[in-house]
C-alpha cells in the first residue's frame, strides 16, 4: 500500500511540473548586478561630498552625470551553461518609466564586438520593446544562444528616452542611435555605469547550485579591462569549476560603498536581500561579507554599535533560512590606517563583531577573511602585500587569498 502511494504522488508531481522544464532542465541565474542609483545626480549630495573630501563648487557641479543617449553595450562574463538564456533589467532605482526601444545578445568577439553571426533580437512579450515603471524590475523571453561557463556575451539596449546613469565601476560602451543589432559599434564611447542588465539566467541541463557573494565594494570588485578577474567571488567561481565543472555558479550582489543598515550607496542591505539574493534563481548559498561601511559611522552622531550590526546578520540569516538557503558569514577585514574606517575606536567594533561572527553567528560556516589577509604582526592592519594601498580595499592578490580562504568543502 505504501509503495502505490508513493507511486501515486511521483506521477502526481510529475503531472503538476511543466513538460518543458521537465525535458529541458532548470532557470539559474548566471551573471548579476544590484541596482544602485547614482547618488551624483543629486545636487545637494554633490554638495554635501564636495565639502567632505574640500572640492571646489565649480569642480563639484562637473560630477553631476549627464542625460545620455544611444545604445547601451555590455560585456558580462557568465558562470553557469545552458542551451537558452534570458535577461532581467531593472528600473527599480529609477524615479520615472524607463522605455527600452530596442535590445539584443550575442557571443563576445574582441572588446565590445559581437562574435559574427551571434547576435539575437531579445523580445519581451513577444515585443522588440518594453516600458519598465519606476520601481520595476522586467524579465525577457528566452533566447535560443548555446552558452558555455566562462563565456562572455555582449548585450545591446537602445533607451528611448535620454538616460542618465547608474553610479558603478563597470566598463560600458555608448553609441549614437540604435546600434543594437550591429556587431561592431561605431563612435564608440567607454563610461562607467552600473548596468540596467542585472541578472542573466541560462537554462541548464543539469543541476547547478548558485552561490551569491552579497557585500560591498570588497566583494563588489572592479574590471581594470573587461576580460581581467579582478573580486574573490570571481576567483571563488574559478576554484569551484577546476574542481566540480558545471555544479556551481558563483554571482555577484556586490555594491560599492554599501551597508547593512544605511541607505549610503544602494539600498541598506537588509532592503536589498529579496531583491538582490532571494529572489535569485537557484540559488541554494549566501556568501556575507558586510558591515565595514557601517563602522565608518562609530562617532558620529549617529553612531553604529557592533550590538547594531549583530542585529543585521540575525536578520539576514533567519531570512534566509527561512527560504532554506544557507548563509556562509565572513569575518570584516582590517583598516588600520584608514582615516574613514580604520580608528581603534572603529577597529574595537569590527573586532567585537568579528568575536561574535566567529564564536555564536549562527551561520552554516564562518569564513574568516580577517584572518587570511591580516598583517600577523599586527592583526588591526591589512598585511602589506595585500593593500590595495588605501588600508580597505585588498589589492587583486588580496582578493586571490580571501576566495583562497574558503573551503571549498563548505559546498556539497
Not at 63 to 82: D, E, F, I, N
Not at 242 to 251: A, L, P, T, Y
Request: aromatic letters at 4%.
Amino acid at each position: 500500500m505504501r509503495a502505490y502511494w508513493r507511486s501515486f504522488l511521483i506521477g502526481l508531481a510529475l503531472v503538476a511540473a511543466p513538460a518543458g522544464a521537465r525535458e529541458r532542465g532548470q532557470w539559474v541565474e548566471a551573471w548579476q548586478s544590484s541596482p544602485a542609483a547614482n547618488l551624483l545626480a543629486d545636487p545637494e549630495t554633490i554638495s554635501m561630498l564636495a565639502k567632505m573630501v574640500g572640492i571646489p563648487p565649480e569642480a563639484a557641479a562637473k560630477l553631476q552625470p549627464k542625460a545620455m543617449t544611444g545604445t547601451l553595450r555590455y560585456r558580462l562574463r557568465l558562470y553557469a551553461s545552458g542551451s537558452e538564456v534570458r535577461i532581467r533589467l531593472s528600473n527599480e532605482e529609477g524615479k520615472t518609466p524607463l522605455r527600452i526601444a530596442a535590445a539584443s545578445i550575442g557571443l563576445a568577439g574582441d572588446g565590445f564586438n559581437a562574435a559574427t553571426g551571434s547576435i539575437r533580437t531579445v523580445t519581451f512579450g513577444g515585443k522588440s520593446g518594453i516600458t519598465l515603471p519606476a520601481g520595476a524590475p522586467a524579465l525577457s523571453d528566452p533566447i535560443q544562444l548555446s552558452v558555455k561557463r566562462g563565456a562572455e556575451i555582449i548585450v545591446s539596449l537602445h533607451p528611448q528616452d535620454p538616460f542618465l546613469p547608474e553610479i558603478g565601476g563597470a566598463g560600458v560602451a555608448v553609441s549614437p542611435g540604435d546600434q543594437t543589432a550591429a556587431e561592431s559599434l561605431g563612435e564608440l564611447k567607454r563610461i562607467q555605469q552600473r548596468p540596467i542588465v542585472t541578472g542573466i539566467s541560462v537554462l541548464s541541463p543539469a543541476r547547478t547550485n548558485v552561490i551569491v557573494a552579497f557585500g560591498d565594494s570588497i566583494t563588489d570588485g572592479n574590471r581594470p579591462t573587461t576580460s581581467e578577474l579582478q573580486s574573490w567571488p570571481e576567483r571563488l567561481s574559478q576554484r569551484l569549476a577546476e574542481k566540480s565543472g558545471d555544479r556551481w555558479s558563483v554571482v555577484n550582489a556586490g555594491i560599492s560603498g554599501n551597508c547593512l543598515l544605511d541607505t549610503f550607496m544602494g539600498d541598506a542591505a537588509l532592503s536589498r536581500l529579496d531583491r538582490d539574493v532571494l529572489r535569485v534563481e537557484g540559488v541554494t548559498h549566501i556568501v556575507l561579507l558586510e558591515g565595514i561601511n557601517d563602522i565608518r559611522k562609530v562617532g558620529s552622531e549617529t553612531p553604529v554599535t557592533s550590538e547594531d550590526l549583530i542585529g543585521a546578520y540575525r536578520q539576514i540569516i533567519a531570512r534566509a533560512h527561512g527560504k532554506g538557503i544557507k548563509v556562509f558569514i565572513g569575518t570584516l577585514l582590517p583598516a588600520s590606517g584608514s582615516p574613514s574606517h580604520g580608528t581603534p575606536e572603529k577597529d574595537a567594533v569590527r573586532r567585537a563583531v568579528n568575536d561574535w561572527i566567529r564564536s555564536s553567528s549562527g551561520a552554516d560556516a564562518v569564513i574568516d577573511f580577517d584572518k587570511a589577509i591580516r598583517d600577523p604582526a599586527d592583526p588591526s592592519k591589512m598585511s602589506k602585500q595585500f593593500d590595495s594601498g588605501d588600508h580597505l580595499h585588498p589589492n587583486p592578490e588580496g582578493s586571490k587569498a580571501m576566495a583562497d580562504a574558503i573551503d571549498l568543502r563548505l559546498f556539497k
